[in-house]
C-alpha cells in the first residue's frame, strides 16, 4: 500500500503540473479560450503603442496593443520582445493590472500612489484632462499641458496628438504612451547599396 502510494504521488502531480501548464495565457476558468467579450467579431478599434510605465506595482517599457470593445472594455495588451506578457483591462468601475484586479479607485492609488483618481490611468490612455483640467495651458503647436500641485505632490501632464505623458514629479511615478509609427512606410527616401558616382 505505501508502495502504491509513493508511486502515485509523483504521477498526480506530474499529470497536475502538465494540466496546468498547458492552458493557454488567454484562456479563461474553464479552459475554453477567450472570453465572448474579446474575440475578434467585438472588436471596435485597435492601435499599437510603446508604451512606458514606471510605478511601484511594476515597470515596463515596450510595444502595447490598445484594443477596445463593443462591451466598454479596453485592454492594454503588454508585450515584451514579440510576446504578450500581461495586459491591463478597464471595464466599468473596475480594473485590472496584470493579475490583480479590483474596483478602480483602491487599484489606481496603488499604481498612482495617494495622489491619484478612479479614472486617472484611462484619461491618461485616451489623452483626455485628468483632475478636471487643473493647471491646464495650450502651449506652442497645440501641445496641451497641465502642471499643478496637489496633496503636496507636482503633477506634469503633456499631450498633443500620437503622444501623452504624466509624471509624478514628487514620486516619479510616469506613464508615456506614444503612437506606433511603422517604419516600413514608404517616406520618399530610397536607400541604396551601390557606390555613388562622383562628378570630375
Known sequence: MKLLVKLALPVLAGLFLVACAS????ANAFGRGLPEEQKPMNLQDSEIKLVYIQTPLF??????RLNTYRSGLIKLELFKYGQPIGSIRIKGSRMC???????????SKKFFGPVSYGDLFQDILFGKDIFNGRGKIVAANNVVVQRFQQSGQVIYYERKPGHRLFKNLSTNVTIAIDDYNNPSIDNGVKNSLAIPETAN
Not at 23 to 26: A, L
Not at 59 to 64: H, I, K, S, V
Not at 97 to 107: D, Q, R, T, V, Y
Open 97 to 107: 493590472i496584470l493579475n490583480e484586479c479590483s474596483f478602480k479607485w483602491p487599484i
Open 23 to 26: 492552458r493557454s495565457p488567454e
Open 59 to 64: 515597470n515596463f517599457y515596450d510595444y502595447a
